[in-house]
């Protein structure tokens, strides 16, 4: 098989790898040449037919003249007068007919010869076939002489070309077919006017489709050309598009990564905001919460529901702060598994909700990963599950983490009463709980790491929020 390949292919690369033009010239020159082989042989065959027939009907004409009168005593009987004999001799030896006849022969039915010029086969019988039997039925018959046959033995001895003709002889006054004479004609020039006649016709045959072939080749050159200068046009371009799409790429892989460290540093802002807020604000009202309690023995009895009041907003606002602190906080994620990252938030949220949230993760699917993922992942459940708390009332709240086809797939699901269509792009504002990004803000950090963000009302009701990421790999 290797060596039927090695020996093949080659050939059929080098096909393939020429022009169409090349290619016409070949396939369309064997076409060519073997209809040219056949027209040529058919024209050829069809002018010796034609030629040979009227030259003998023209013969046969004038023998008729000598030998129709000569020959009548077959009509009555199966041999020819001895006058008959004699003439017929010096017809054919001592005239100039003789010069152009070199043998004949006198048939009678049932292949009888009656007369010929070799006396040797008078009174033999041979099998009646062929252009004798065709005289027989009134037909001038006549071809180059294929003297294989017993009969002809004196006539291949001749060692020259010579036309077979055989010509019916009729009774004169019935028109009844009493007798066929067979001769041999000399044809040298005969055949060579044949042979002159062959070469022009294969001439012209080839000159024509030659004419016909370089019409077309030149038409399909043209085009060829056409088609080389468009392939190598498109080739160019395809050159050119993919060098732009090489640096679509190199400019989209550095938006995401200029996306993903504005995404950290915004989540170090967060971070930070944070912070400050439980170290500064956070222990200011802390302290003012002391302060008021301090003054309270020494407040009036009258105003103690105002300071009553007061403390309450301060503690309020405390609460507040701290919440703020938490939503925009972001534990250190980098090392931990995302299954746990996902239980952890879950688990959290069921501590300041009181909901429940069934988690689904495929650990052994997952692969390592990067740590904008992560925390992308961890922004996304924490938005996800704060949404559902909010607009779900926490009804069939899911977290399902796994892969799809080598991408990592994040869903946060709820058995609520869906998206509105006017939230179902910006998503609703989170509590204090939240991370502060809304579903829009989770879609451009997604969206920046190559990913694809939706949202979705689920067909037995609730929604659905969903995060597929193909580039997660640390």
Known sequence: MRHWVSRHLPHRSRWTDWSLA??????????????????????????????????????ALYMESFISPLSQDLAASDDLSPLAHKALDEVFTSTALGARVKSYKIWKDGGLVVDASDHSLLGRRFAVDGDLARAWKGEVAASFADLHEAENAAEAALGVPLLEIYSPIREVWSGRIIGVVEFYELATGLQDDLWEAKRRSWATVAAVLLAIGAVLWGI???????????RAAMQRQLRDLSDLSRHNMALRLRVQGAAARSAEMHDQALRQVGADLHDGPAQLLGFAALRLDGLRPAVAAARQAELTEVAGAVS??????????RGVSLPDIAARNPCDIVVGLAEAHRARTGTEVAVTCDADSLPPLAAPVKTCLYRFVQEGLNNAWRHAQGQGQQVRLGTEAGALVLRVLDSGPGFAPAKAETGAE????????????????????????ETINRPEGGAEVRMVLTTVRG
Do not use: C, H
């Open 22 to 59: 090349t290619q016409f010239a070949v396939a369309g020159g064997i076409v060519m040449l073997v209809a040219m082989l056949i027209t040529g042989q058919w024209m050829a065959a069809r002018i010796e037919q034609v030629v040979v027939r009227n030259w003998a009907n023209a013969t």
């Open 220 to 230: 399909v050159l043209k085009g060829s050309r056409t088609i080389e200068s468009q």
């Open 316 to 325: 309020d606002a405390i609460r507040e702060i701290r919440a703020i602190s």
């Open 430 to 453: 989170p509590d204090g709980g939240g991370s502060g990004l809304g579903l829009a803000g989770l879609r451009d950090r997604v969206e920046a790491l190559g990913g694809s963000f």
